[in-house]
T-cell receptor, first 113, second 115 residues
């Protein structure tokens, strides 16, 4: 079945870069997403990447996709304390962007001043 | 951008009562909506797929008679937790894909606490 794996914790210092990694199993996934969740809040879409892309950059965020290894990463440049949150990787194994998402367990990012 | 709202944002109810949670797409039509449940410090797990005009599709292990889903219009899906028990306490999140966009929009979530 489908599975999305993430490391559970990451701690960085303010100003450093953060790299959150994710692996997924379903090679038919056409869209891969990164969501941010702050305590007690809903999900905020950060960015997404189509499976035919290798990289996508959006301001401080860079997404790298290695489709061969089914590996996705999110790099946050110049990490700030406001970036502290849980980051979820998600794939869409069914129906492209119209299907349900399969989420990883989330990576808790802690940013130390 | 498109917005999905949920109501209420949080609710406390007594064991044995029923609670209805609404999910609305505010500026687009959604023939499909998804309901997820998130336990504390865990990931989101898909509960069911809500289809406008037809029965919902439930994931394995989710009791359809306990979690009643009604997708009455192209902008509204409701989840009713019937005869709630403390173990139903969770964060319930809905999402709706926009057919004209490449992303799904998530509601802000409803925190249910059953005492």
């Amino acid at each position: 079945g489908e599975d999305v794996e993430q490391s559970l914790f990451l701690s960085v210092r303010e100003g450093d870069s953060s790299v959150i990694n994710c692996t997924y199993t379903d090679s038919s996934s056409t869209y891969l997403y990164w969501y941010k969740q702050e305590p007690g809040a809903g999900l905020q879409l950060l960015t997404y990447i189509f499976s035919n892309m290798d990289m996508k950059q959006d301001q401080r965020l860079t997404v790298l996709l290695n489709k061969k290894d089914k590996h996705l990463s999110l790099r946050i440049a110049d990490t700030q304390t406001g970036d502290s949150a849980i980051y979820f990787c998600a794939e869409t194994p069914y129906g492209g962007s119209q299907g349900n998402l399969i989420f990883g367990k989330g990576t808790k990012l802690s940013v130390k001043p | 951008g498109a917005v999905v709202s949920q109501h209420p944002s949080w609710v406390i109810c007594k064991s044995g009562t029923s609670v209805k949670i609404e999910c609305r797409s505010l500026d687009f039509q959604a023939t499909t909506m998804f309901w997820y449940r998130q336990f504390p410090k865990q990931s989101l797990m898909l509960m069911a797929t809500s289809n406008e005009g037809s029965k919902a599709t439930y994931e394995q292990g989710v009791e359809k008679d306990k979690f009643l889903i009604n997708h009455a219009s192209l902008t509204l899906s409701t989840l009713t937790v019937t005869s709630a028990h403390p173990e139903d306490s969770s964060f319930y999140i809905c999402s709706a894909p926009d057919r004209l966009a490449y992303e799904q929009y998530f509601g802000p979530g409803t925190r249910l606490t059953v005492t």
